[in-house]
Nanobody, 121 residues
Framework: VRLEESGGGLVRPGDSLRLSCVTS????????LAWFRHVSGKEREFIAC????????YYADPWKGRFTISRDNEKNTAYLQMNSLKPDDTAVYYC???????????????WGQGTQVTVSS
């Protein structure tokens, strides 16, 4: 299974970004996908996850209502829509895939290389 993130960049506070995670080689047994982020010197943070087969989603409280996870089965692509971005959202964002959804990084077997998001005025 391969995951490739894109869509990061430099934006201003209040802007929006949509990250994409293109998957390949995924099977029916790889049904969970999540987005995490990592700030240097801190632990990787869970943002949201989605069941690929039925689209059920779960979010960590800090991002409920501001970030939205979704997937497009035909394109084998998952998305993270990020609105009202803040400087504190500056991080490397990763997508991860596994057999199930999990709030923990250890629950995922496959990871993308990450995409940098920088929020600065």
């Amino acid at each position: 299974v391969r995951l490739e993130e894109s869509g990061g960049g430099l934006v201003r506070p209040g802007d929006s970004l949509r990250l994409s995670c293109v998957t390949s080689g995924r099977t029916l047994s790889t049904d969970g996908l999540a987005w995490f982020r990592h700030v240097s010197g801190k632990e990787r943070e869970f943002i949201a996850c989605i069941w690929w087969r039925d689209g059920r989603t779960y979010y960590a409280d800090p991002w409920k209502g501001r970030f939205t996870i979704s997937r497009d089965n035909e394109k084998n692509t998952a998305y993270l829509q990020m609105n009202s971005l803040k400087p504190d959202d500056t991080a490397v964002y990763y997508c991860a895939a596994g057999a199930y959804v999990s709030y923990y990084a250890s629950g995922y077997d496959y990871w993308g290389q990450g995409t940098q998001v920088t929020v600065s005025s």
